[in-house]
């Protein structure tokens, strides 16, 4: 059974740091994009960024490129998302996903999700 669990979730003062990470288990996840999408009260799941099975290409949101960093493990199987100079509007709850295949923005392109991590940004 594939999973992915998100860990690293929290609060955060404005202008801060954080680091998320996704464990994926059950299969190996090479070829498979991974990305970050979030999810604020009220608002659509958004594309947040992502990057390639081989972690040579990244996509960014406008809204935080310059500000986040995704990484991953191949060997680890996990992906990161680290959160710098994180603004109230970043306060949302975090989803990792994997799809096989190149990176998409598109949520419904996504194989497997995890559970979601709150973050919460206090101004």
């Known amino acids: 059974q594939v999973q992915l669990v998100e860990s690293g979730g929290g609060l955060v003062q404005t202008g801060g740091s954080l680091r998320l990470s996704c464990a994926a288990s059950?299969?190996?996840?090479?070829?498979?994009?991974m990305a970050w999408f979030r999810q604020a009260p009220g608002k659509e799941r958004e594309f947040v960024a992502g990057?390639?099975?081989?972690?040579?290409?990244?996509s960014y949101a406008g809204s935080v490129k310059g500000r986040f960093t995704i990484s991953r493990s191949v060997a680890n199987n996990t992906a990161y998302l680290q959160m710098d100079r994180v603004k109230p509007e970043d306060t949302a709850v975090y989803y990792c996903?994997?799809?096989?295949?190149?990176?998409?923005?598109?949520?419904?392109?996504?194989?497997?999700w995890g559970q979601g991590t709150q973050i919460t940004v206090s101004s």
């Open positions: 059950g299969r190996a996840f090479v070829g498979y994009a």
């Open positions: 990057i390639s099975w081989n972690g040579r290409i990244t």
């Open positions: 996903a994997a799809r096989s295949g190149t990176i998409s923005e598109r949520s419904v392109m996504y194989d497997y």
